[in-house]
């Protein structure tokens, strides 16, 4: 057997135990099939923060030289499957304002398997993944996202139900025998035990053609070389801000051209303009400057700048002004601003579907504070 990677590709503290758990596990069943293995992270940014894009690994080998060996490599470079636990992800990731967007498929291999946790069918997730020019498997878990995060963990299974399709997908990593048995030892637990099995035997690979997907190029930037270096470390100012699109009214801040924050949300904001009382507070608010401040008084949000945190919508005294609506419900960052000013009822229209079904969506941006899980199963019990 050739060594056999997987990457784990989650948001950065909300997801970490979660990513952490899958890879632990694998190397713990790899064992009992007499492999060895090693799990590591790959931080997106260092120190690992809120929402950014980040990586768990796990290598796995037939003998403990093999492994050195595949380890003397500084970053993996392809893997045989790649575990997204939030399809929000599948329109690429970020993780450096240098490094431009990765599609989510970039590092699995010609008939490798990209497995997400969704509640989306495969051709809507096809529909934001980039393509690629080799065939490759697509398995969804269906799911709401965990968010099983550095301080907060909510034992919902995901990870157990990752590990299942894993081995369903690619038994030739682990065994579907191995890992129940790993799991049972280091769970105790035989709820957990079943949702491996579950999910192994539910698990359906869709198969996707080169070509299929996404056609937009991914946006990335020219580095400078060592040539172009300069004598000493610079860095340049961004310019001031402006009037509200290059105009003499509103107001439309200075911001990076190279660092889009927009892959590091799971939610956005989606602001009704109509009930907007221009109290400022969302544009004073917002810690990454995304508001425009527009020539009539009213406040959009830059959306390729926005990192959906959801303080806009916290700090906002009108009810439904702003709501944060599932990133999985868009498809590109164009003007709210600029679709209501055009068409004031179609957007209204819009509007009010997405809010609506939000309300009936439990997707959040994550817990707010320790005992959150908790609070959320004594709600489901009373209901």
Not at 124 to 139: G, R
Not at 335 to 356: C, F, I, P, R
Request: glycine share 8%; charged share 25%; aromatic share 8%.
């Amino acid at each position: 057997m050739a060594t056999l990677a997987v990457e784990v590709v989650y948001r950065g503290i909300f997801q970490k135990t979660l990513a952490r758990n899958i890879v632990r596990h694998i190397v713990f069943a790899a064992r009992k099939d007499g492999k060895i293995g090693t799990a590591f992270g790959r931080y997106g940014d260092s120190p690992e923060r809120n929402g950014i894009p980040a990586k768990q690994f796990a290598i796995v080998a037939d003998t403990s030289l093999e492994l050195e060996e595949s380890m003397a490599v500084y970053e993996a470079n392809a893997v045989d499957v790649t575990i997204n636990v939030d399809d929000t992800m599948c329109k690429g990731i970020e993780s450096w304002a240098w490094y431009g967007l990765q599609p989510i498929n970039e590092l699995t291999k010609p008939g490798g398997t990209l497995i997400v946790t969704s509640r989306q069918d495969a051709d809507s997730l096809i529909e934001d993944i980039h393509q690629k020019d080799t065939p490759y498997n697509l398995a969804i878990i269906p799911s709401t996202v965990s968010f099983s995060g550095l301080w907060v963990y909510k034992d919902d299974h995901t990870d157990m139900r990752a590990l299942g399709a894993l081995c369903k997908v690619c038994p030739e990593l682990v065994s579907l025998e191995a890992m129940l048995e790993s799991i049972q030892e280091q769970t105790g637990s035989e709820a957990k035990v079943s949702s491996v099995q579950r999910a192994h035997d539910r698990t359906v690979t869709r198969p996707v053609e080169p070509g299929e997907g996404n056609s937009e190029t991914p946006f990335s930037f020219d580095l400078p070389g060592w040539k172009t270096m300069e004598e000493g470390l610079v860095i340049r100012g961004i310019a001031a801000g402006t009037g509200f699109r290059g105009g003499e009214e509103g107001y439309t801040p200075g911001r990076s051209e190279v660092f889009k924050k927009w892959s590091t949300r799971s939610m956005r904001p989606v602001i009704n303009f109509d009930t907007c009382i221009k109290c400022t507070l969302c544009w004073l608010q917002c810690p990454d400057t995304c508001f425009d401040v527009t020539s009539d008084g009213l406040y959009d949000a830059n959306m390729e700048s926005c990192c959906g945190c959801g303080v806009c919508e916290a700090v906002c005294p009108v009810p439904d002004c702003v709501t944060m609506v599932s990133e999985t419900e868009f498809t590109g960052n164009d003007s709210q601003w600029d679709a209501w000013t055009a068409d004031k009822d179609g957007y209204n229209k819009w509007m009010t579907v997405l809010v609506e079904k939000q309300k009936d969506e439990t997707r959040t941006h994550g817990f707010h504070h320790v005992g959150g899980y908790a609070d959320e199963i004594d709600a489901l019990e009373e209901a």
